[in-house]
């Protein structure tokens, strides 16, 4: 059950990003969208929740990931603990 849930949780963000995908795609080949008023607005708004959806991914891998203790070193946080 937690693996259903934790697949639908990365699915929708992928929509979302898809979804942005389409809107660039279109901005580019000049076909505009319903809600927008502007070719460059529906390009910003596509963008925007195309990088939405791509970082909630990727700190949900990054996340669990960390959990499992699989992040390296150089990618964690540096602590100073020595105080000279």
């Known amino acids: 059950m937690t693996r259903l849930i934790a697949l639908i949780i990365l699915v929708i963000p992928g929509i979302v990003s898809a ?9 580019i080949f000049s076909e505009l969208s319903n809600p927008f008023s502007s ?11 195309f990088l939405a959806g791509v970082f909630f ?3 949900f891998i990054y996340r ?11 990618l964690g946080r540096k602590r100073c603990t020595d105080y000279n």
């Open 19 to 27: 979804y942005g995908v389409k809107l660039m795609r279109d901005a």
């Open 39 to 49: 070719i460059w607005i529906q390009f910003l708004f596509g963008f925007l929740i």
């Open 57 to 59: 991914i990727g700190g």
């Open 64 to 74: 669990r990931d960390k959990k499992r203790k699989k992040v390296t070193k150089r």
